[in-house]
């Protein structure tokens, strides 16, 4: 099981949220608990199209995602980025065991394109302090951004990079 953090707005303030991806035997399915039918279908499609637009396959498993802290009536999508980046790692043979703690603060646009989230800078502030970095999508294809409150950003413009991103980087 591969887990990523990250936030959602909700009512006018920012939410911590968890998202934990694995693979379980079976059919290829897709199973989402803490969110809407709806919701979960939508968030579905644009993890597929950013896989697609990445130039990368979208796993024919059985996907259980759960999200964690999410809030009834969020708005915007529930932490789309963070299920992306978790299932990207899930799906990889490379990442090894150094995925662990990813903040993910970005979002999933309905073409599959990555895109900021509105409060960037406060969400980014809500990553844990034991948190080896911060992934946020690219809009002027800066590799480092600098650090907040002590954890590396980066920055990605497509979903591909993580994964290559996460063998170079080294293991604390």
């Not at 909700?10 to 035997?25: D, H, M, N, S, Y």
């Not at 662990?100 to 900021?116: C, D, M, R, S, T």
């Not at 409060?119 to 502030?125: M, P, S, V």
């Amino acid at each position: 099981m591969i887990s990523v953090s990250s936030a959602v707005l909700c009512q006018g303030k920012i939410v911590p949220v968890t998202v934990e991806v694995a693979f379980a035997r079976g059919l290829p399915a897709w199973n989402a608990t803490g969110l809407f039918e709806t919701p979960a279908r939508a968030l579905k499609e644009r993890v597929r199209k950013a896989f697609e637009k990445a130039g990368m396959e979208f796993p024919l498993r059985h996907i259980a995602v759960k999200v964690k802290g999410s809030c009834a009536g969020a708005d915007e999508s529930p932490a789309d980025l963070a299920v992306a980046v978790a299932l990207a790692l899930a799906s990889s043979p490379r990442s090894g065991d150094r995925q662990g703690k990813i903040f993910a603060a970005g979002k999933i646009g309905p073409n599959g394109e990555l895109l900021h989230k509105t409060g960037l800078r406060e969400i980014i502030h809500l990553a844990p302090t034991d948190c080896r970095f911060v992934i946020v999508p690219s809009t002027d294809g800066e590799d480092r951004l600098g650090d907040i409150s002590g954890i590396p950003v980066r920055s990605i413009r497509k979903l591909g990079e993580i994964v290559p991103f996460l063998v170079r980087e080294p293991q604390t």
